[in-house]
């Protein structure tokens, strides 16, 4: 089914749990923890992008496009989902990724290339190279007679953000109390879609390291949403990066080490993994009561788990290398 704002890709509402066992391990009270399970969207082995896809795709499909091409990580979720909603729906999927070529293609490369996506090695670049390289790539194709669209650095983009405002809307009718969102900021329309229907108050996210300005950035697009936004006013914390974006913090491997032992739920080094460590810290120093309700975005991010180099640091006692 599709409609003028969007193609269907995923599997919405997705639901709502109770997590009761990792509220009191983290200071929390009986029934204050919600997590929203937006990891179980259903393309391509799920996470939130697929949300954003459905209305980037549909605006590329608008365009007349029949190439999708974009960029990320070695181990991106968001070029993994490109890629399963490319081969839902007939497109030829282009990504330009930062590094090099790895002989073991695990985690979300091995399903970058399952799903049909070319990929193109950009090298040791920044963010910014890298949007020149997938620019490059687009004159390219359209020299050689294809329509290609450049969906933004992990589907945030106005339309990006506003498939977060749909999330915000489908949270409300859910659960009809206040709650405080919490969640991974990486490419930063996740955050800016909820902010842009919840309020700056309802909202705490944790910066991944993933861009150089996660206040700004998000700023930006919940501008673009809802028509002005005070980037001092985000709640934003910035104490969970460690050494760096690709690199298992300590605090994160304990997060998701408890995640997966008190509910069974797994979290990824990246993004959620981070996210929830940032909860627990912003319980323990008082900036999230422990009375009050807590709703947990888990936006996905497995298979990325099982393509980090420093996975195995995860299990107690066996160290990386």
């Known amino acids: 089914m599709t409609s003028a704002d969007r193609v269907s890709l995923g599997t919405f509402p997705t639901p709502q749990e109770r997590a009761d066992n990792l509220a009191a391990a983290i200071g929390l009270g009986k029934g204050r923890l919600w997590i929203k399970r937006d990891d179980l969207t259903g393309l391509g082995a ?4 697929v949300r954003k896809l459905e209305r980037t795709v549909a605006a590329a499909r608008r365009d007349g496009a029949d190439v999708l091409v974009t960029i990320g990580a070695a181990q991106s979720n968001h070029a993994r989902l490109t890629a399963a909603a490319g081969a839902r729906l007939g497109f030829r999927v282009i990504l330009v990724l930062a590094g090099r070529p790895d002989a073991a293609q695990t985690g979300n490369l091995l399903l970058d290339s399952l799903f049909g996506a070319e990929l ?10 890298l949007e020149e390289k997938a620019a490059d790539v687009a004159a390219e194709l359209t020299r050689a007679g294809a329509r290609p669209a450049v969906i933004p650095f992990g ?52 910066h991944t390291g993933a861009v150089r300005d996660p206040r700004g950035v998000v700023a930006r697009l919940v501008s673009h949403v809802a028509g002005g936004c005070d980037a001092s006013a985000l709640r934003l914390r910035m104490d969970q990066v460690g050494a760096g974006y690709g690199l298992l913090a300590e605090g994160t491997a304990a997060a998701i080490r408890l995640a997966a032992r008190t509910e069974g739920i797994v979290l990824d ?17 008082g900036e999230v009561r422990g009375d009050a309700s807590v709703v947990f975005w888990h936006t996905g991010g497995l298979p990325g788990l099982f393509g980090h180099r420093q996975a195995a640091a995860l299990i107690e006692g066996v160290t990386a290398h």
């Not at 799920?46 to 992008?49: D, E, F, L, S, V």
């Not at 009809?176 to 930063?188: F, M, N, P, R």
Request: hydrophobic share 40%; net charge negative; proline share 1%.
């Open 46 to 49: 799920g996470g939130n992008k």
């Open 120 to 129: 193109r090695w950009a090298g040791d670049v920044d963010d910014e190279a």
């Open 155 to 206: 589907g945030s983009n106005r339309d990006g953000a506003l498939s977060y405002v749909d999330a915000a809307r489908e949270l409300r009718a859910q659960l009809s109390e206040d709650t405080t969102s919490v969640v991974a900021v990486g490419s930063g329309g996740t955050m800016a879609g909820l902010v842009a229907e919840l309020g700056t108050e309802r909202v705490l996210g944790v």
């Open 269 to 285: 080094p990246t993004y959620t993994g981070r996210a929830l460590a940032g909860l627990i810290a912003a319980v323990r120093d």
